[in-house]
């Protein structure tokens, strides 16, 4: 995916790759940078997305409790609502929803009347937690989400917890532990802190965050 980001970053005029990741010259910040940089806008709390070490961070509001559980709390952190438009030198900068994760975000980026958006992982299935994807009109679209390629099918999200909890059934059947499945961050379908079953002798702790910071899904 970077190659591709690579190929097309000659061809973007608001973006150009450097050694530290994207970067908006006019607007002098980074999008999801891999290495320390004075300022981050994050496009999600998923570890390969938002890393440690940026002097200020910009994300979406319910991004936040995760990023400080991974990050620090100490971290320099501001956080917007999806839609709210902020100005670094000229650029309009805004996050949109990307259907990925709470608080996953499509980074609008305007300045002399071009339009980029740049997102990291999403989702256009709505998964009932997650703030549903919204399709943002932009001259170009610069896509860095993992599981995105063609190469990947996915069954429905219906098939797929029907899969997990039958899994996670016949394992609690045999009194094994097992790991929590962190990436979605929150509890499995049937999983739930107010249920009372744990995995592996504890709750994951993205998921209780999760669940404590309001977000309870479809599928309890
Ligand atoms: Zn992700």
Not at 44 to 54: E, I, K, L, N, Y
Not at 56 to 77: D, F
Not at 97 to 116: D, N, W
Request: hydrophobic residues 35%; aromatic residues 12%.
């Amino acid at each position: 995916m970077i190659g591709t980001i690579r190929k097309l970053s000659s061809l973007l005029s608001l973006l150009e790759l450097t050694d530290s990741g994207l970067f908006c010259p006019p607007a002098g910040i980074f999008i999801d940078p891999w290495r320390p940089v004075e300022r981050a806008v994050i496009t999600h709390a998923h570890s390969d997305h938002s890393r440690w070490g940026m002097k200020h961070y910009l994300a979406h509001h319910h991004s936040a409790e995760v990023m400080k559980l991974r990050l620090g709390q100490e971290i320099s952190l501001e956080t917007v609502d999806y839609g709210q438009s902020l100005d670094f030198n000229g650029v309009k900068i805004s996050l949109h929803p990307a259907g990925h994760i709470p608080g996953s975000s499509q980074i609008r980026l305007e300045y002399k009347g071009q339009v980029t958006v740049v997102s990291g992982d999403y989702k256009v299935e709505n998964d009932g937690l997650s703030t549903p994807f919204e399709p943002v009109k932009c001259h170009e679209f610069v896509s860095e989400c993992t599981f995105g390629l063609p190469i990947y099918k996915w069954e429905t999200q219906a098939e797929i917890f029907n899969q997990v909890n039958s899994w996670w059934r016949k394992k609690r059947c045999r009194r094994a532990k097992f790991g929590s499945f962190c990436l979605f961050l929150r509890q499995s379908p049937t999983d739930s802190p107010k249920s009372g079953s744990k995995r592996g002798g504890g709750f994951c702790p993205w998921c209780c965050l999760e669940y404590q910071s309001g977000f309870a899904c479809k599928w309890n």
